[in-house]
């Protein structure tokens, strides 16, 4: 197939295009570099090295003899310039990650919340008119997020994307309906995947579009297959406060000797992927697209959950660091359960890549290796949900000994 992977110089992105292209797919990455740029505007820079996308591309010709071709598309502002390569090109398959991806970069002023907006939703709508308006029949397939459904407790699992429900009629009768799952956004990046949700929701039905929606866990790991072939195919690795994963983030601080912040209780639940299975998801989802004018299809990309702080005791008791108790810059209760159905993915032949110490350690080997590239006072998260929260968190140069102030 002719893939567009829009936002395939990205975290996930640029595995997906390696593991694609392998496959023997013709891939056309569609990117601004905006996570680049975002870098700059941080002052932080990958823990991984990371040349242009124009040289991985070389490398991975060199290694394979297959080519990526990049294309420099701002999809949220040039909607002319991507209705126009669309129209030369008429791809099989788009893949959509092309959105700002991180919920406290999300929240650190309105700025970042006014930028978050108009890129994530201008890119997905310009998209979808796009898709209509050249009448391009091409399966979408969009990297959602699990944070769509919220993290509250409701003593049941949460179903792939839609809910039965039982509706009272006027004459008392009860009529049974399947609803999109209830959204419950806890951030200003998770509100725009649930946005993205109406979009596909009402361009499938109106337009007959052909879409996947996956709703992802948290991805933890660095190496797939395909990066490991080439020490300059490396995937980026994020540690800072902004960008970093909690688990990534947990296994850098071992690596550097730096406590293991966990924030709040650490009761919160989360979904959790490894980039492999990642990967392996897009392409499952790729080879089973839903039929033209049938609703969207919904899948969970996620492979098992976990308390934070059953992550954090899991690395210090394998790396022997220690764990320190912050307060939370997020808004958010201190505990949640989280249940979650995923068997569309199990059915279709996915073998989970599950946490093991093997695979953690191939983590902290790779953080040690590149320790020099750390600065230490960006590895505190400390994006402040609301102004309250803000006022009463105080945060030293190390970033260790978070307090409340009164």
């Not at 929606?213 to 995937?235: F, K, P």
Request: charged share 25%; net charge neutral.
């Amino acid at each position: 197939m002719k893939i567009a992977v829009l936002g395939g110089d990205g975290f996930v992105g640029w595995p997906t295009s390696l593991h694609l292209s392998d496959a023997g797919h013709e891939i056309h990455i569609l990117d601004n570099l905006s996570r680049r740029w975002i870098d700059t505007e941080l002052g932080v820079q990958s823990l991984t090295p990371m040349d242009s996308i124009q040289e991985r591309a070389r490398i991975w010709h060199a290694e394979t003899g297959r080519r990526i071709h990049f294309h420099l598309i701002d999809l949220a502002k040039d909607y002319e310039l991507l209705k126009g390569w669309l129209s030369k090109n008429r791809p099989d398959a788009i893949i959509h990650f092309a959105e700002q991806r991180a919920a406290p970069y999300s929240m650190k002023s309105d700025r970042h919340k006014n930028y978050t907006v108009s890129n994530n939703v201008n890119a997905t709508h310009n998209l979808l008119n796009a898709l209509v308006e050249l009448d391009l029949d091409a399966h979408l397939v969009h990297l959602g997020t699990m944070g769509v459904y919220g993290y509250s407790t409701v003593g049941a699992a949460i179903p792939e994307g839609y809910l039965p429900v039982g509706i009272e009629t006027a004459d008392g009768r009860t009529v049974s309906q399947e609803i999109l799952y209830p959204s419950n956004p806890g951030s200003i990046y998770h509100m725009t995947k649930c946005l993205d949700q109406q979009l596909f929701q009402f361009y499938a039905k109106n337009d007959g579009l052909r879409i996947t929606d996956l709703h992802q866990g948290i991805v933890w790991g660095t190496h797939t297959e395909q990066t490991r072939r080439h020490m300059q195919l490396i995937n980026r690795f994020d540690y800072d406060g902004d960008y970093g994963t909690v688990l990534n983030r947990f296994l850098i601080q071992a690596a550097i000797g730096y406590p293991l912040t966990v924030h709040g209780t650490g009761g919160q639940t989360r979904a959790f992927i490894h980039i492999q299975d990642s990967v392996r998801c897009i392409e499952i989802a790729l080879s089973n697209p839903p039929a033209r004018s049938s609703r969207v299809e919904i899948f969970n990309q996620m492979t098992e959950t976990h308390r934070v702080r059953d992550l954090a005791e899991m690395i210090s008791k394998m790396t022997g660091s220690r764990i320190a108790w912050l307060p939370n810059p997020r808004k958010e209760a201190p505990e949640n359960e989280l249940v979650v159905r995923n068997e569309k993915f199990l059915g279709l032949g996915l073998e989970p890549t599950t946490l093991g110490e093997g695979l953690l350690g191939e983590i902290v080997d790779v953080a040690k290796k590149y320790a020099y590239r750390v600065d230490r006072s960006r590895v505190p998260a400390v994006s402040a949900w609301t102004r309250d929260i803000a006022a009463k968190v105080e945060h030293d140069p190390e970033g260790v000994r978070l307090k409340s102030v009164s």
